[in-house]
């Protein structure tokens, strides 16, 4: 029964086992498995807690072992406490010994690290290098087929005929002066494009026949002929033969005697072809040498011509001889502000009425006034003579019929002074007219307006004068007079812009100059509305006239030697000959020849960037003296402030080539980027693209016993693109120590000696300057490779600007009236310092020899302002601001020994500078800009396998 009972009770189980769902039984044993470990778990922490603790479990009846009475039982405890302490000094070893390995590890895994990171930077760098390389590569390939490629012109002089006794024979001269030019009385044969203009000057006993010479005028040769760089003792080779007569007195004039000297001088060769004579005048009342006197087929310069003798093209009017001989005038000209002066208009002169009695019928109605021993002149040796070179060089003018009468003609001036006094009284902006005075100065023409008072009276007056009127005589016989030219003279001298009524006037060096800039010529019929026309003009209108008359003037006409110059560069345009080049400043290096500078060693500085910024080439210059004779490059000189009486190497003003030229044969030197289809970043590094040719630049660096800070300077540049060399100018007279270290950059480094400590060595332009950009950086100016590059291009796109990082500005003291140098933070600047800025080599010239000598001693004076100079010169030629690029920092160098703008004086004598430099242009030049430059694809979300032009700037 209890076998079947059981029996029962499994077949009961396995029948309800059977009944139950699979589910169910799956979550049981889950239930199981989870809730035993938990359970064993609890327990057994519970147990290890109470261990741990001390603290027993009272439901745990177990006996203290040391509550036993077992003797033997102290024994054993120590011995267990021995065992575990030694157990626990076995641990600790073992832990120290682990932790030593572990650091040993964790050191060498450092150090592998390190290593990683050492080899990652090599392989960028040799990465970078053999893109770098490969670029260069590229470069000189493209350098290859340019040289094959390229056009050179072969340049030939023209065929020389050396003059022979038989030159003595006269050639017969053209049937009248008025055909007389160049190509038909001027000898080319003579003077080669090549030939320098080789000029030979008559002196001495050859000039003793010509009478009496001005004292003024023999002086100012005899110093002139020191300075002229064409001057050749060689009289065979000369191109040119050119005698100053000067002024001559009326009473020691006898024109047969000028007539014989002229023919009797040593290389007239029978016609005086190639002959230049200059009679300088300096007085209304001076005499025309030349009146009736076969001048052949010589040039005459001079002041005073009527048109039948004045040959255009030929001859050369110049002004009147009234400054002094050489130097500096700004000393003498008032400053160009305020615009508008006291008086709007200003005019003072006398009527010359005067009537010649005994006049020949040649003169009748002419209205020339002509002394009568000219007459007798004429009648003896002019109107008879058989040569019609002669007479119609002479007569022409005085024959022509006036259409005006005398009578006519007073009426005329009556009108003049009645309207101009009805003008002034109904004109409100300030006016000044006076037409007669006490004492008249002689020389005046009959029919022209006389000068009135001192020319000390004529300066108050002019100075205080917006516009000044200058009559034209009323004889259009004459192209110039003395007086006319005086006026002239004066008004731009004094900042009086020339109101000129008569249009048949001719203007000095009209030649080469543009007039219409600086001087307003109105036909006599616009008396009536010259007013009205002069109320038009704006401010700017007026300064920019006043402002080009004295760049004129000073140019021009402020000298004897200006005077002489420009003759001489109006013959040699003629001619096609280039001026005499600029002279570059000799490279001395400090170290003698035999010297062998010690090599740095060492570890190379690390690159501020991984940029590849562009292709290291081997150096190169830059082309020079492209347009040596390009004829309107030339006559564009004239026009603008500088130096336009020599030749540069280079200009930065070159016109741009169109773009699809540089693709369709123009190409040469051209490095488009990505070869004209463009790019971001990668394709941008690899050229340099823009709108003129490649090129590089020249570091120039001033340095003053700083040598630490110096080398460190010149480590920072190893590396960088585009650089043709660094100049170093050791300003210290005591050479470098011997034991100093010069680190190698793959460039050439040259250390200049100069002659003496002055900032003014900054900008000298050295002979070892190959390039037309220059970077003038401090030696204590950290600049990154990137911004160096990128400054380098904007410079590129504004070649005739100061481009650089640190920039200040002019600010106006109102309660002093004068201007400041400002450093503060400002959103406008108008300098850019030249301790970190890029500027063509052309104005390292004209700093150098042509910006006015009192502002380079004034640099001296201070030991500062060098780089104010330099902006005030650039933007006074440009008449544009500077720019400014991106930069990371300030420049400043906290470690170096001596900063001269630390000195409390520094920004007190940069006031005095620049307010002493207004007064030296006449002006304030430097103009604000209120914008820097970044790079085209800074800030510009750019999708991920494009790169920008530059990482960060």
């Given at each position: ?809 002019h600010a106006w003291d109102v309660r002093s009236n004068a201007w400041l140098y400002n450093s503060n933070y400002s959103c406008e600047l108008s300098m850019v310092l030249t301790g970190a800025a890029f500027y063509h080599k052309y104005y390292a010239y004209l700093y150098t020899y042509s910006m006015p000598q009192a502002i380079r001693n004034k640099v001296d004076e201070f030991i500062n302002c060098e780089d104010i100079a330099m902006n005030f010169l650039v933007s006074h030629i440009t008449r544009k601001p500077p720019i400014k690029v991106t930069s990371r920092w300030t420049f400043r160098c906290p470690g170096c020994p001596q900063t001269l703008s630390n000195d409390s004086s520094h920004f007190e004598e940069r006031h005095k500078c620049i307010n002493f430099f207004v007064k030296v242009y006449g002006y304030m030049p430097l103009l604000y800009t209120q914008y820097r430059v970044d790079s085209v694809l800074f800030k510009t979300r750019l999708p991920h396998d494009k790169q920008k032009c530059f990482k960060?700037?």
């Amino acid at each position: 029964m209890e076998v079947t009972g059981v029996v029962n009770q499994r077949n009961t189980l396995y029948h309800k086992l059977t009944h139950v769902r699979l589910s169910r039984l799956i979550m049981t044993l889950l239930v199981i498995l989870i809730a035993t470990p938990l359970v064993a778990h609890y327990y057994l922490s519970k147990i290890t807690s109470d261990v741990d603790s001390g603290t027993p479990d009272p439901k745990l009846k177990r006996k203290n072992p040391l509550d036993r009475k077992d003797p033997f039982h102290t024994t054993d405890v120590k011995t267990q406490l021995s065992e575990l302490h030694r157990i626990k000094t076995s641990v600790s070893n073992e832990l120290r010994d682990l932790e030593s390995k572990r650091q040993k590890l964790q050191s060498q895994i450092s150090k592998y690290h390190m290593e990683i990171e050492k080899l990652r930077v090599e392989k960028e760098n040799l990465e970078k290098d053999i893109k770098t390389t490969q670029l260069s590569l590229d470069q000189l390939r493209l350098e290859r087929d340019e040289l094959d490629q390229r056009y050179i012109p072969i340049l030939k002089a023209p065929q020389q005929i050396l003059l022979g006794p038989e030159a003595n024979t006269p050639v017969v001269p053209p049937t009248s002066s008025m055909s007389c030019h160049m190509h038909s009385c001027f000898d080319y044969s003579r003077c080669s494009v090549l030939s320098r203009f080789p000029v030979y000057f008559y002196t001495g006993k050859e000039l003793m026949d010509f009478g009496t010479i001005d004292s003024f005028i023999e002086s100012s040769l005899s110093e002139i002929l020191g300075k002229i760089q064409y001057r050749t003792y060689d009289p065979t080779s000369a191109c040119v033969y050119l005698a100053v007569v000067g002024q001559v007195k009326y009473q020691s004039i006898d024109f047969k005697s000028v007539e014989s000297a002229l023919h009797n001088l040593p290389y007239w060769h029978g016609d005086g072809r190639n002959h230049v004579i200059i009679n300088m005048l300096r007085q209304p009342g001076s005499a025309d040498l030349f009146i009736g006197v076969n001048t052949g087929r010589a040039i005459i310069a001079q002041t005073a011509f009527t048109e039948s003798s004045y040959r255009a093209g030929f001859d050369v009017l110049i002004p009147p001889s009234l400054g002094k001989i050489s130097g500096d005038v700004w000393q003498e000209l008032p400053p160009c502000s305020p615009v508008r002066r006291k008086y709007f208009l200003s005019f003072v002169g006398q009527y010359n009425t005067g009537v010649l009695q005994t006049k020949p019928i040649i003169y009748q109605n002419s209205n020339v006034n002509i002394e009568s021993n000219e007459l007798n002149h004429l009648f003896e040796n002019g109107h008879g003579s058989d040569d019609v070179n002669y007479q119609n060089r002479n007569l022409q003018s005085i024959n022509e019929k006036n259409s005006m009468q005398e009578g006519e003609d007073i009426d005329f001036q009556q009108t003049i002074v009645e309207y101009l006094k009805e003008m002034e009284k109904a004109s409100d902006h300030g006016q000044y007219t006076q037409f007669s005075c006490d004492n008249p100065v002689p020389g005046a023409l009959i029919g022209e307006w006389a000068l009135c008072g001192a020319a000390n009276e004529r300066h108050d007056l002019l100075v205080q004068s917006t516009f000044s009127l200058i009559f034209a005589p009323l004889n259009t016989s004459f192209v110039s007079t003395t007086v006319f030219q005086i006026r002239l003279y004066e008004s731009l001298k004094y900042g009086a812009v020339p109101v000129v009524l008569g249009g048949h006037m001719r203007l000095p060096f009209d030649e080469i100059l543009d007039w219409r800039k600086s001087v307003i010529m109105l036909p006599r019929a616009r008396l009536t509305e010259v007013h009205f026309i002069l109320r038009t003009y704006t401010d700017n209108d007026i300064a920019l006239m006043r402002r080009q008359g004295r760049f004129v003037y000073e140019t021009y006409f402020g000298t004897s030697y200006s005077i002489f110059n420009t003759i001489l560069a109006i013959v040699r345009t003629r001619l096609t000959i280039p001026a005499v080049p600029v002279a570059d400043a000799p490279s001395p290096s400090v170290f003698n020849t035999t010297f062998l500078t010690l090599k740095l060693d060492g570890p190379e500085p690390n690159p501020e960037t991984d940029e590849v910024l562009g292709p290291l080439e081997n150096p190169f210059g830059s082309l020079k003296f492209k347009q040596n004779f390009t004829q309107y490059v030339a006559y564009q000189m004239f026009q603008h402030p500088g130096d336009p009486l020599r030749m540069f190497p280079n200009t930065p003003f070159e016109e741009i080539l169109p773009s699809e030229a540089k693709f369709l044969g123009s190409g040469f030197g051209f490095r488009p980027v990505n070869k004209g289809e463009g790019g971001a970043g990668k394709e941008f590094s690899e050229s340099l693209g823009g709108n003129v040719p490649r090129e590089q630049f020249t570091i120039v660096m001033l340095t003053y016993e700083r040598e630490t800070v110096l080398i460190g300077a010149i480590q920072r540049l190893k590396g960088l693109p585009f650089l043709n060399k660094v100049l170093i100018v050791w300003n210290n007279p005591v050479p470098p120590s011997p034991e100093l270290r010069w680190p190698e950059i793959n460039v050439p480094i040259l250390i200049v000696k100069t002659a003496r400590n002055s900032l003014n060595n900054r900008f000298l332009p050295f002979d070892a300057i190959e390039t037309e950009a220059i970077l003038s950086i401090d030696d204590d100016a950290h600049l990154r490779h990137d911004e160096i590059i990128f400054a380098f291009r904007v410079w590129r796109e504004e070649r005739d600007r100061i481009v650089g990082f640190p920039g200040r500005f002019h600010a106006w003291d109102v309660r002093s009236n004068a201007w400041l140098y400002n450093s503060n933070y400002s959103c406008e600047l108008s300098m850019v310092l030249t301790g970190a800025a890029f500027y063509h080599k052309y104005y390292a010239y004209l700093y150098t020899y042509s910006m006015p000598q009192a502002i380079r001693n004034k640099v001296d004076e201070f030991i500062n302002c060098e780089d104010i100079a330099m902006n005030f010169l650039v933007s006074h030629i440009t008449r544009k601001p500077p720019i400014k690029v991106t930069s990371r920092w300030t420049f400043r160098c906290p470690g170096c020994p001596q900063t001269l703008s630390n000195d409390s004086s520094h920004f007190e004598e940069r006031h005095k500078c620049i307010n002493f430099f207004v007064k030296v242009y006449g002006y304030m030049p430097l103009l604000y800009t209120q914008y820097r430059v970044d790079s085209v694809l800074f800030k510009t979300r750019l999708p991920h396998d494009k790169q920008k032009c530059f990482k960060f700037i």
